[in-house]
């Protein structure tokens, strides 16, 4: 009868395994499909089958032989709805909430549900993982998606907390982030592990660069620029896609003026204009570069050249079925030097530097070694 009930549990885990491997597989061929109908609708069914499938997991008395793959579903889970979303809530708080709960009754180790929030709930988790390394994978993988949606929700107390524990450092240690997140050494995935849209080493490269580029940005604001250089200079040669990578040059460039490095500032600039189709900030900044220089038709020049780049419509890839950089950005400052404003906001800025300065607009083009107007025309 032991090994009947054996067979069973080991036929429908296996079940188990196909229908997340097929729906996994299902997501990355709607991310490659360039119809956007036929996208979101295979995005939509994929997730629609991830969550009836965590049902039926989470249906069940937990159980370690089966924990693996439901923490593996529920992330797959989190994952896609978070891409389609763009954006975490309360509800993937809750999910995995219910996963950890889910790992502490396989240990006889839970309590009262009010008695532990979602930090406690990691710190029990993590400690009992040591008895539990066939989960350990998976657990990383599902801290990377709490560390994610933590990092969002600038909640960088708890967030340093669960790195510490993952690393296995003494609480208080260390509050530098940027280190704690290079520190953290997620375990490799077994090769014969279920699929995953996401893995933790890649949610680790995604909140290194995440982090680096707000903290940069950050001391930018606060005006610390020799501070800020350090973490931009992270999130650039992280992984960074090419919309964020405009953001960190022109920042770059930014703190190089701040700093009085004009040069070095303008090259980070043109950088910029090269990478991609958010010209506005790299424009912006130009411009106060010219005029801290003195060089008022370069300063104009650069303003009418913001106010044509305001004009264009921004030209946007859809967003990867990933958790990915540009979801735990912080929504734009008014207070940052990337803040463009509105095309007629610049138009009232350029007009006023004509009358402050005397000039005509419409200058003739830069001539020099640098030009941002060659740039911006090969766009």
Not at 321 to 347: R, Y
Not at 357 to 374: A, E, F, I, N
């Amino acid at each position: 009868m032991s090994r009947q009930t054996t067979s069973v549990g080991s036929s429908c885990l296996d079940l188990w395994r196909e229908k997340n491997d097929r729906l996994v597989r299902q997501a990355e061929v709607a991310q490659n499909s360039g119809l956007t109908l036929r996208r979101q609708h295979l995005a939509q069914d994929a997730l629609e089958g991830l969550r009836g499938l965590l049902h039926s997991l989470q249906g069940l008395p937990a159980a370690i032989p089966v924990l693996p793959l439901e923490l593996t579903v529920t992330c797959n889970f989190i994952i896609l709805r978070a891409s389609l979303a763009q954006g975490f809530t309360e509800d993937q708080a809750q999910d995995i909430q219910r996963s950890l709960e889910r790992v502490l009754e396989t240990q006889e180790q839970w309590g009262p549900r009010l008695e532990q929030g979602l930090r406690e709930l990691w710190d029990s988790v993590l400690r009992a993982s040591c008895l539990l390394p066939e989960l350990l994978s998976a657990l990383h993988r599902l801290a990377g998606l709490q560390a994610a949606l933590w990092l969002s929700a600038d909640r960088l107390g708890d967030l340093a907390l669960l790195l510490e524990t993952l690393n296995g450092s003494q609480s208080g240690a260390s509050k530098d982030l940027l280190l704690l997140l290079k520190t953290w050494s997620p375990p490799a995935e077994e090769l014969d592990a279920p699929l995953t849209l996401q893995d933790a080493q890649g949610l680790k490269d995604v909140l290194l660069t995440a982090f680096a580029y707000r903290q940069g940005l950050q001391e930018l604001i606060t005006g610390n620029p020799d501070k800020a250089l350090s973490s931009l200079h992270e999130a650039a040669s992280g992984l960074c896609p090419r919309p964020v990578l405009v953001q960190v040059y022109t920042a770059l460039g930014s703190c190089h003026r701040k700093m009085g490095n004009p040069q070095r500032a303008l090259l980070y600039l043109v950088a910029a204009l090269k990478e991609g189709s958010a010209w506005g900030p790299p424009l912006l900044e130009a411009s106060r570069l010219y005029q801290q220089l003195g060089d008022t038709t370069a300063e104009l020049e650069s303003l009418e050249l913001l106010v044509e780049a305001l004009n264009v419509p921004c030209s946007s890839k859809a967003p990867q079925f990933l958790i990915e950089v540009e979801l735990l950005l912080p929504p734009p400052d008014l207070a940052s030097p990337l803040h463009c404003g509105t095309q007629s906001q610049t138009k009232h800025i350029l007009a006023s530097r004509c009358l402050q300065t005397g000039s005509s607009p419409h200058p003739p083009p830069l001539q020099g070694p640098v030009c941002l107007r060659c740039f911006w025309r090969q766009r």
